[in-house]
């Protein structure tokens, strides 16, 4: 029977005491639970547009929806929290926090620059940085004491595997339930892009009994949502069959996890639970676009992998193979798996593993890879896994064009046309700035004045709108150029974006304001791709043709036209308001890809210290430099689009959860491990 002594009894306690005074810290931070509060003037206001003004902010972490209130004199403005259009339109006194600055209106609309007012704000008070990280450390420390003493725990997590994989799979379903209920029940709308019409075009194909065209889209997502529409015709069901998607591959890397490591199923829980509830995700999810299956492909490929390696399975080797693969199908970005099916079959050989687990694992990859390639041979001539791959990489690398005697004036004419799409101050800081933020904004407003079709519309028609694969010829021709010619600005155009897709972790987005736009457009302004002539594409989202308001939207008039609001339900405060917070403060950050590279560098020194045999040290290899090659991918052909990078975000905090192994012996030896 378990006796805690009074060592033990203290830590417990201490720890107790700690966890309450951080958790009571977080919740006064984020503005949950407010303890004090400060109020401080507002002055240097600038005119925004319309009835905006707007006034910075000491504090830089003001997000929304935020606590802190405006006052106009002693009279307190409102409604606070209102969104950009409702302020510049409507104003009245509405108001929005917006990180370290106040986008805000006078209570009548007049300029609060002259009308003889004063502004003071009221804020929740600030606890200095090195007090709260003092505490958090502390916290940890005393806690990581207190665990080491509790050898009934121990015992626990080693004998009762049911609670530990209930529990684990409770952590993710209540976070799905959390971020999922609110939009699934109240504002159910679907994001539809420019790019949906790809995929809508190889559906209709199929529909008609074509071979599809893959000129544009790889067919892994048509082929998902042709699966959905034999179940039912209606858009929103995709949205339902993506969610449903998520979660399914989450509770398999948790069980996968369960069944390698079974006292890191809970942490994984946890690591799954903050990739799929962040805003980026619900975003993707709800969008009729490829991310949100290629994400959960991809979360299934390694669930499959750690189960495989550590319970030398032909099963789960073809599982991971298969999966790995149609990730390729769904996005050649998935083409970073090729490397990594390699380095595992070597690992296979060097480990003595069966004949058999290497031929599951290279046969399915390449099998499949193969017969894509060989229908883009068939339909295009080509024999390449992606159609649009190297139209793709020289759009990314578009900015850096230069005029050549040894093309043609036509083509030298193209290039002056695509330069001239960036301003000079663009240019500016493309050619000097190593900020990824702005050079991601110069490349970002370079792609904007026109699209893919702006680039290579121009090359196309200087070189007579050749068939595709001399298309693809003359792309991969410039492209190989801009490497040669300029290899420093190559290099560094390659560098930032690849910083810039590790930096995108601590960027998120306001889902709510997201379904906001996307009910205007949808529903109000009705100017989205189903309202087209195009017939196939009327057909398969005919529910939105005329579509009915919903109940928890509303509609005010104004002078710019109709303002939407989304109306708050309880449970969508309570994801809002406190569980977003939360999220937001633990997991959006730089700390989580930087914790990926020590991770990655760990566990590679461990490999070689043990001659590639252990299996822990392996996985967490394979893992982080995933998310390491998928970054150089995006940068060596695009640029650092949030849609680009998310995907591997799950990579991150899931080898934080996995990193207890590398300190446990697991030796390929006897292939056991005591962890």
């Not at 008070?125 to 505490?135: H, Q």
């Not at 379903?173 to 999922?180: A, D």
């Not at 109306?567 to 950050?589: D, E, G, N």
Request: hydrophobic share 45%; with cysteine.
């Amino acid at each position: 029977m378990f006796h805690m002594t009074k060592r033990a009894r203290f830590f417990i306690i201490a720890a107790v005491a700690l966890w309450i005074l951080s958790i009571a810290i977080v919740l006064h931070n984020q503005e949950i639970i407010v303890a004090a509060w400060q109020s401080k003037p507002v002055t240097n206001f600038s005119h925004v547009a319309n009835y905006t003004y707007e006034a910075f902010l000491d504090k830089n972490d003001l997000s929304p929806p935020s606590s802190a209130m405006l006052f106009e004199d002693s009279t307190a403005l409102g409604p606070g929290n209102s969104n950009a259009p409702s302020i510049s339109c409507l104003g009245r006194g509405r108001y929005q926090f917006r990180y370290d600055r106040l986008h805000f209106s006078t209570s009548d609309n007049t300029d609060p620059m002259r009308n003889g007012r004063y502004y003071t704000i009221k804020w929740p008070y600030p606890i200095p940085p090195p007090l709260r990280w003092l505490i958090f450390g502390l916290t940890i420390a005393v806690t990581a004491i207190s665990v080491r003493g509790l050898d009934y725990l121990r015992g626990c997590l080693r004998q009762r595997g049911a609670v530990i994989l209930s529990i684990s799979f409770g952590i993710v379903i209540v976070s799905f339930l959390i971020t999922r209920l609110p939009y699934l029940i109240y504002y159910p709308v679907v994001s539809i892009h420019p790019d949906t019409v790809g995929y809508f075009e190889i559906v209709s194909q199929m529909d008609k009994g074509q071979m599809p065209s893959l000129y544009l889209r790889p067919p892994g997502y048509p082929l998902f949502m042709k699966l959905v529409f034999l179940i039912s015709n209606k858009l929103f069901s995709l949205v339902i069959a993506q969610a449903a998607m998520s979660l399914l591959s989450s509770l398999v890397f948790v069980y996968a996890v369960f069944k390698a490591y079974r006292r890191l199923a809970i942490s994984a829980a946890l690591a799954l639970a903050a990739f799929i509830s962040s805003h980026v995700y619900l975003e993707a999810e709800i969008s009729i676009l490829s991310e949100s299956i290629y994400v959960s492909v991809l979360v299934l490929a390694f669930g499959f992998l750690i189960m495989a390696l550590r319970l030398r399975k032909s099963l789960y080797f073809i599982l991971f193979s298969a999966a790995a693969a149609y990730s390729i199908y769904i996005r050649p970005a998935g083409m970073f798996f090729i490397p990594i099916v390699v380095v595992i079959v070597i690992y296979a050989v060097v480990n003595h593993y069966k004949r058999r687990h290497a031929l599951a694992i290279a046969v399915p990859f390449g099998c499949l890879l193969v017969t894509l390639a060989s229908y883009n041979l068939l339909t295009f001539h080509t024999f390449s896994l992606s159609n649009y791959g190297e139209l793709t990489t020289l759009v990314g690398m578009s900015t850096f064009l230069e005029e050549d005697g040894s093309y043609s004036k036509e083509l030298n004419e193209a290039i002056r046309k695509i330069r001239a799409r960036s301003t000079p101050v663009d240019r500016d800081i493309l050619e000097t700035s190593w900020s990824p933020e702005k050079f991601d904004r110069a490349m970002f407003n370079a792609y904007n004045a026109g699209g893919d079709g702006g680039i290579i519309g121009p090359i196309s028609e200087a070189a007579g709108n050749p068939p595709q694969k001399r298309l693809l010829s003359v792309c991969r021709g410039l492209y190989l150029d801009i490497a040669r010619k300029n290899p420093y600005k190559f290099f560094r155009k390659t560098f930032i974006i690849f910083l810039a897709y590790h930096q995108n972790t601590s960027k998120e987005h306001e889902f709510y304001s997201t379904v906001n736009t996307l009910y205007n457009d949808m529903y109000v302004q009705k100017n989205t791709l189903c309202n087209t002539h195009d017939d196939s594409v009327k057909a398969i989202c005919k529910e939105y043709s005329n579509p009915q308001p919903l109940a928890y939207f509303s509609v005010q008039d104004s002078g710019c036209g109709g303002i939407v609001n989304y109306i708050p339900t309880f449970i969508q405060q309570i994801h809002y308001k406190i569980f977003s917070k939360l999220h937001k403060f633990l997991f959006r950050s730089l700390f989580w890809p930087i914790l990926n590279l020590i991770i990655f560098i760990m566990s590679a020194f461990y490999l070689v210290r043990f001659r590639l045999r252990y299996t822990g040290a392996f996985i967490l290899f394979i893992m982080s430099s995933s998310a390491l090659l998928s970054a150089l991918i995006v940068g060596l052909s695009t640029f650092p689009n949030v849609r680009y990078t998310y995907t591997t975000e799950f990579i991150y905090y899931a080898v934080a959860a996995l990193a207890p192994i590398l300190w446990k012996d697991e030796l390929a030896s006897d292939g056991q491990s005591r962890y």
